[in-house]
């Protein structure tokens, strides 16, 4: 079965630049999907089709796919932008997550 | 504005069986694409299912196979989820989500989930 990896944590201060990767075999063939997770609540869609945001996601946050990784990315990082973050992608009709990664704005 | 709710989440013993329904409005419910999604307590999430706009094309992850059925009823605009055969496992907040009418469009709305506990 088809898998995505991510880093558990990542560090960024308040105004820089964050990044999430995600790898997965060939996953540059296949598009990628991000989601933000804050603590008690649902997901959120932040990005689809590797770098499409959906209305009301901030333009801070970008995305690429390439080669085996995935790459969400958060310009000018805010403290409200610290939550979980998860890649996904497709496996035939199946979907297939990320383990996630925990962002922290310090 | 899109609503998805959960209900029908619960504790039980292993062993046991459960139905979890999800009603949603604000939407063409016909025409997407549905899934089901849990999170165990501390964990991330794992998809567990998806059922295509008609039914007639159902998926599964491997370790909910044989013992999940998903289905829906488009005239009540509903998304159910027979879960049998319960493990410790199972236990988890279970999301319904829809899909993205577009390809590879991603998950786009979410429940606030369902709780199910499996425990003795």
């Known amino acids: 079965s088809y898998e995505l990896t991510q880093p558990p944590s990542v560090s960024v201060s308040p105004g820089q630049t964050a990044s999430i990767t995600c790898s997965g075999d060939?996953?540059?063939?296949?598009?990628a999907c991000w989601y933000q997770q804050k603590p008690g609540q649902s997901p959120v869609l932040v990005l689809y089709?590797?770098?499409k945001r959906p209305s009301g996601i901030p333009e801070r946050f970008s995305g690429s796919n390439s080669g085996n990784t995935a790459t969400l990315t958060i310009s000018g990082t805010q403290a409200m932008d610290e939550a979980d973050y998860y890649c996904?992608?497709?496996?035939?009709?199946?979907?297939?997550f990320g383990g996630g990664t925990k962002l922290t704005v310090l | 504005e899109v609503q998805l709710v959960e209900s029908g989440g619960g504790l039980v013993q292993p062993g046991e069986s459960l139905r979890l329904s999800c009603s949603a409005s604000?939407?063409?419910?016909?025409?997407?694409?549905m899934n089901w999604v849990r999170q165990a307590p501390g964990k991330g999430l794992e998809w567990v299912a998806n059922?295509?706009?008609?039914?007639?094309?159902?998926s599964y992850v491997d370790s909910v196979k044989g013992r999940f059925t998903i289905s829906r009823d488009n005239a009540k605009n509903s998304l159910y989820v027979q879960m049998n055969s319960l493990r410790a496992e199972d236990t988890a907040v279970y999301y319904c989500v829809r899909e993205m009418v577009a390809v590879a469009g991603g998950l786009d709305y979410w429940g606030q989930g369902a709780l199910v506990t499996v425990s003795s």
């Open positions: 059922i295509k706009q008609d039914g007639s094309e159902k």
């Open positions: 996904q992608a497709w496996d035939s009709s199946t979907v297939v």
């Open positions: 604000g939407f063409t419910f016909s025409l997407y694409w």
């Open positions: 060939k996953l540059g063939d296949r598009y």
């Open positions: 089709q590797d770098n």
